[in-house]
């Protein structure tokens, strides 16, 4: 279990969190040097990807100018986590400061929002591509696929804000928190007066029901899409190429937050500590490292970089 002090007594005082201890001291070291080689690769894979989608100039596209959204969401999500993750593996006391932690749970829950956000755009893209081809560039021109990337960002950012906003206005009164980073829903657990969290529970379902409703819509432009596909050939080759890599992309992404939603409201004790941090650590480790590696290599843009580079 992580430590916190007593809740905030006036707005501009801090409050500390501690996160959980990982006993031993060689554990701590190889932990730490898997997460920072984990958060190396993660880095490079995306910095690559990015990288190439720019200096080259037959990659401006939509696809890949979604892809090369998606990876720099990535890094905003995972410098939220990491760099504070691995202070705290060598440090002997792990805390974090009120406004820090309600700082780290806005980039989080921005980063995880986002990521739908552009997966649901990306399904858009492929639905017009295969099933719309003649109305595709009319509708998705470049300027317009970065003024709408651009939009989703800034919406989920103020939409989680405003559920940051409303649990600093908490007074917690527990000095324990579960998880070993923080996120909004942990901090509303610790309020002393469970009514005063009403309105936060409220505004967390409005906003899962939002982003739920993300993942309704890539199902049904992917059922639109498998229909197309099955009648030919050709759409069958690009809905391998292009829409496969989605599929794992999104599917791992919803699978590793649905699994963090469940253990993060449902959460049992008899699970293990260890066993519980990573469930929660999921969804900032395994999709910004997996996604630039699918993408890359089924759209072969790594491929392509290693062509002209030879």
Known sequence: MALVSWGKPKPGTFSVFMFPSYKGHLC?????FLS????CITVLVNV?????????????????????????????GTAGFYPKFLWDLLSPVHVISYSGCLLQAQVLYSFACCDLSILAFMAYDRYLAICQPLKYHSIMSKQRVIKLTCFFWLTSFFTVSVTV??????RLC????NRPFCVNWSIVSLACFPN???INGIVANITLMIYISHGVFIAWSYM????RCIKSIENRAKFMQTCLPHLISMSTFIMTIMIDIVNNRLSSKDLPEALQNFIAMEFLVIPPLMNPLIYGYKNKILALFYHETV
């Open 28 to 32: 701590k070291v190889a932990l730490f």
């Open 174 to 177: 527990s000095p324990y928190i």
């Open 48 to 76: 690559t990807l990015i990288l190439i989608i720019i200096l080259d100039n037959q990659l401006h596209e939509p696809m890949y100018i979604l892809l090369c959204a998606f990876c720099l969401n990535s890094l905003y």
């Open 196 to 198: 005063e969290t009403l």
């Open 224 to 227: 639109y899409i498998i229909k």
């Open 165 to 170: 906003f409303l649990t600093s206005r908490l």
């Open 36 to 39: 920072l080689m984990c958060y």
